[in-house]
């Protein structure tokens, strides 16, 4: 049995039942990086002051460009070191603003955290504000996706698409657009859903502002926001579509909790540590049988960042994040169980990330038992 043969397939059009499942997609086959170079004369090797100059220019005037749009050639007019030397200036400068943005969404987050401390939560039936999608429960007519319709790696995201809170084909809207959504639907507070929009599009997305239009399968870029060792997805190397779920794999997170995925009562709950434990074990996994596997810092962040908002919205309520996961779909009359004031804070998601991050190192290596449960 290859390796393209070992998971069955998520179909874009049914997502419910194991039988329906293939991730089957070829193996991507290494390039040789090197070959391009062995058939190079000497002529191309030798270049002109003059096509030098104008190569540096060029790049130069790329970076002022992405700095400053409506100028279109800010710097062509400059001696090449005037040009470096503007591009510098303006980089110290954007990084002085970004930082001192961020700094500010730090500091109204512990006001926010705070005032979750002392002022009362908000009622049931109220928790997703009036005018908005979901208040009261009434989540309007699910849609699953068409198969021309954009999905990302996230099921938070596509179950606001698939209800009709974003647009139901997963475009024509902004990145803020997209952290609005979300911090009414989910209780999340104003400062985390300005924070997480504005750095993925600014520093994952090659400088984009959050005001421009995006689609929710731009968020499948590998390496970003979409990671391997994922617990709803399969690693890229055999899902190439990452925008729908694998059940086969979510029930692993059930079943590290000692739970029956298809006999769940409305009383088993999740712990912190049950994610923790399989999101170990996906780590390990991926590294034994993934020979393009990748977990780099954004990898972790987002997997535990991912995996403490489920838990906090869902107070770990292992039924209704069946639903969630492997249907993409509000369950009937769900409100979030995350009730306070000012909603889910960074702070509080630094908190339960941290924790997530320190159960996985506890569990140790985990490769010789992935090795014996085989692949």
């Given at each position: 049995?290859?390796?393209?043969?070992?998971?069955?397939?998520?179909?874009?059009?049914?997502?419910?039942?194991?039988?329906?499942?293939?991730?089957?997609?070829?193996?991507?086959?290494?390039?040789?990086?090197?070959?391009?170079?062995?058939?190079?004369?000497?002529?191309?090797?030798?270049?002109?002051?003059?096509?030098?100059?104008?190569?540096?220019?060029?790049?130069?005037?790329?970076?002022?460009?992405?700095?400053?749009?409506?100028?279109?050639?800010?710097?062509?007019?400059?001696?090449?070191?005037?040009?470096?030397?503007?591009?510098?200036?303006?980089?110290?400068?954007?990084?002085?603003?970004?930082?001192?943005?961020?700094?500010?969404?730090?500091?109204?987050?512990?006001?926010?955290?705070?005032?979750?401390?002392?002022?009362?939560g908000k009622k049931t039936g109220a928790v997703v504000p009036q005018g908005v999608g979901g208040h009261g429960g009434d989540w309007g007519e699910f849609i699953?996706?068409?198969?021309?319709?954009?999905?990302?790696?996230?099921?938070?995201?596509?179950?606001?698409?698939?209800?009709?809170?974003?647009?139901?084909?997963?475009?024509?809207?902004?990145?803020?657009?997209?952290?609005?959504?979300?911090?009414?639907?989910?209780?999340?507070?104003?400062?985390?859903?300005?924070?997480?929009?504005?750095?993925?599009?600014?520093?994952?997305?090659?400088?984009?502002?959050?005001?421009?239009?995006?689609?929710?399968?731009?968020?499948?870029?590998?390496?970003?926001?979409?990671?391997?060792?994922?617990?709803?997805?399969?690693?890229?190397?055999?899902?190439?579509?990452?925008?729908?779920?694998?059940?086969?794999?979510?029930?692993?997170?059930?079943?590290?909790?000692?739970?029956?995925?298809?006999?769940?009562?409305?009383?088993?709950?999740?712990?912190?540590?049950?994610?923790?434990?399989?999101?170990?074990?996906?780590?390990?996994?991926?590294?034994?049988?993934?020979?393009?596997?990748?977990?780099?810092?954004?990898?972790?962040?987002?997997?535990?960042?991912?995996?403490?908002?489920?838990?906090?919205v869902f107070g770990g309520n292992a039924a209704d994040l069946k639903t969630w996961f492997i249907e993409e779909r509000m369950p009937d009359g769900w409100e979030?169980?995350?009730?306070?004031?000012?909603?889910?804070?960074?702070?509080?998601?630094?908190?339960?990330?941290?924790?997530?991050?320190?159960?996985?190192?506890?569990?140790?290596?985990?490769?010789?038992?992935?090795?014996?449960?085989?692949?």
């Open positions: 049995m290859g390796d393209d043969d070992r998971f069955p397939a998520p179909k874009r059009a049914k997502v419910y039942h194991k039988s329906q499942l293939s991730l089957a997609g070829p193996n991507s086959p290494r390039r040789n990086a090197a070959r391009a170079h062995t058939v190079q004369g000497t002529n191309q090797i030798a270049a002109s002051d003059h096509r030098v100059r104008a190569t540096a220019y060029g790049h130069m005037n790329a970076l002022c460009q992405r700095a400053h749009p409506a100028n279109k050639s800010p710097v062509s007019h400059l001696p090449l070191q005037q040009a470096m030397v503007l591009s510098l200036i303006t980089g110290a400068v954007d990084s002085a603003l970004s930082l001192g943005y961020l700094l500010y969404l730090l500091g109204w987050d512990v006001g926010l955290q705070l005032g979750n401390v002392v002022l009362p699953p996706p068409g198969p021309s319709d954009a999905r990302s790696p996230c099921p938070a995201i596509n179950a606001l698409a698939n209800h009709g809170v974003l647009p139901r084909n997963g475009r024509g809207f902004t990145w803020k657009e997209l952290g609005e959504a979300v911090r009414h639907t989910y209780n999340l507070s104003p400062t985390l859903c300005k924070q997480v929009p504005w750095l993925t599009a600014k520093f994952l997305f090659a400088g984009r502002d959050w005001n421009e239009q995006m689609t929710l399968d731009d968020l499948n870029a590998h390496g970003g926001i979409e990671h391997d060792a994922s617990y709803t997805r399969a690693d890229a190397k055999w899902q190439h579509d990452q925008g729908v779920p694998n059940p086969k794999i979510i029930e692993g997170l059930y079943v590290t909790a000692g739970l029956d995925m298809d006999n769940l009562g409305p009383t088993d709950t999740f712990k912190l540590e049950d994610f923790s434990k399989y999101l170990a074990y996906r780590r390990a996994h991926s590294k034994v049988f993934n020979n393009q596997y990748i977990m780099n810092r954004n990898g972790k962040t987002f997997g535990c960042a991912n995996s403490a908002i489920a838990f906090n979030p169980k995350n009730r306070t004031r000012y909603g889910f804070t960074i702070f509080m998601l630094n908190v339960l990330t941290i924790r997530l991050e320190s159960g996985i190192g506890r569990q140790g290596n985990l490769e010789d038992k992935v090795r014996k449960d085989g692949f």
